[in-house]
């Protein structure tokens, strides 16, 4: 006899309620949407409490030391609590191989992401198999990762979704996991692509975020086959003009290498695509560029973003930073600054490096001391800070269409972000605003957020 595919004696060994831990950026907990309707449709039930859970999984990210260090910290607890009930443990996520090899010893299935679909076949031989048949090791070339793509997400939220577009990265930067983790570059099928936002879009959905380690080198694994990646986002744009709902469409993250003016010219006509870019600096220094392995320069950047301030004015700019990178002297860090000056950027993530194990730069020795880095962040933040606060100054008296995420840590406050992902708390308590667009007008500013009023 079996239940959704699965031997019934297999049930009679754990309960039916699982819990799932998402760590790391937005391409896990898109992934942790696609674990949840795999394990749903197994019949799992899910629990808030790991306590309860009879299955637990976690989606690992091996980009940071301070995530891995999490993994280690749940499975030795999760390992104790065998002791006195039945529990199956799975791992899966942005692994590097290093780390998988070390988890292959903790966790009871371990797997790569794109075998998702045969997780409930896992379970269902855990016991009765020998468990290195549920091991599966790192595939580069992304082999099935279509048939992933296939499961259908159970969004968490009601007005917030993601879409992967792609997974892998052919770029190969020296500090980075990714390739490592995730393989290289696959496009995922554009007519999937934009059937899920139109779903999505006729659900009411407001805000939606397409995901790749290098969203803009979409379609170059297929060329002649599959659309650019301006191509696929002009198909969106048509699609949101046909569809009358309001909507905007975001994507994450580009790379300044493959970031031409017509992915730029095709944002600026359509209504529904966010006029908000996040554009990877890492550094302002071009030999530190050339140490990561980022193939773009600093001319190259300051082009992209002269052609976003010309041909998109009213867009805002987000970028990430890397501090403390290997060899990074006083004066390539002082570029950074520089160019942090120079760009104004509304919002940066500003990192301190830290060597992953697998990644080029892992072999060189990490010479910038842990407290020269964290001066060189605050630098940074400091830097950040008053051009930020400057450009929400000058919002103030301007009304602003925004999308209401939820209550603000301020309270009898709720919380809303503009079209350019940027900040505002305005005072009501009326939870059913949440989820939808409003017109506010801005009365106050601090430096990473502003205070308005509903106009």
């Not at 986002?233 to 905007?248: M, P, V």
């Not at 300051?302 to 060899?327: C, K, M, N, Q, Y």
């Amino acid at each position: 006899m079996e239940f959704f595919g699965l031997p019934t004696s297999v049930f009679g060994l754990f309960n039916m309620k699982y819990h799932l831990i998402t760590l790391g950026c937005q391409m896990n907990l898109s992934d942790g949407e696609r674990v949840i309707s795999v394990l749903n449709d197994a019949g799992y039930t899910w629990t808030d409490n790991e306590e309860e859970a009879g299955l637990i999984g976690i989606l690992a990210c091996s980009v940071r030391q301070k995530a891995i260090d999490k993994v280690y910290s749940r499975i030795h607890k999760w390992n104790k609590w065998k002791n006195h009930k039945n529990l199956v443990t799975f791992i899966s996520g942005c692994i590097l191989p290093d780390d998988h090899a070390k988890f292959l010893k903790l966790f009871d299935i371990t797997f790569q992401m794109k075998d998702l679909p045969k997780l409930p076949e896992m379970i269902s031989q855990y016991g009765v198999t020998t468990s290195v048949h549920l091991k599966t090791g790192i595939d580069p070339h992304n082999e099935n990762i279509e048939e992933f793509w296939h499961v259908q997400p159970s969004y968490q939220s009601s007005f917030e979704a993601f879409i992967p577009i792609q997974n892998g990265c052919d770029k190969f930067c020296t500090f980075c996991a990714v390739p490592y983790t995730r393989g290289r570059e696959v496009s995922r099928p554009s007519q999937e692509i934009i059937a899920e936002v139109a779903l999505l879009a006729a659900q009411g959905y407001k805000s939606i975020t397409l995901l790749g380690q290098n969203v803009n080198s979409y379609g170059l694994d297929k060329k002649g086959e599959e659309l650019t990646f301006a191509q696929l986002l002009k198909e969106i744009g048509e699609l949101g003009n046909r569809s009358g709902k309001e909507f905007w469409i975001y994507f994450t993250s580009p790379h300044p290498r493959d970031m031409n003016e017509d992915v730029i010219e095709v944002i600026s006509k359509y209504k529904v695509l966010g006029k908000q870019i996040h554009l990877p600096m890492q550094s302002g220094d071009d030999k530190v560029l050339m140490r990561m392995n980022r193939k773009h320069n600093m001319e190259r950047y300051r082009s992209i973003v002269e052609a976003i301030r010309l041909i998109i004015p009213e867009a805002t700019l987000f970028t990430d930073i890397i501090v403390g990178f290997t060899g990074e002297t006083e004066e390539q860090f002082e570029n950074t600054r520089k160019a942090m000056e120079e760009f104004k950027f509304n919002m940066s993530y500003t990192a301190m490096y830290s060597p992953r194990p697998g990644a080029t730069s892992h072999r060189w020795i990490d010479d910038i001391p842990h407290d020269e880095k964290k001066r060189r962040l605050h630098v940074l933040t400091n830097e950040l800070r008053a051009h930020n606060i400057q450009f929400n100054k000058s919002m103030i008296g301007k009304t602003v269409r925004a999308l209401v995420r939820g209550e603000d840590r301020k309270v009898g406050f709720l919380s809303a972000l503009t079209e350019g992902k940027l900040i505002v708390r305005f005072a009501s308590e009326d939870k059913n605003l949440v989820g939808n667009f409003i017109n506010l007008k801005i009365t106050g500013a601090t430096d990473f957020s502003m205070e308005g009023e509903m106009a």
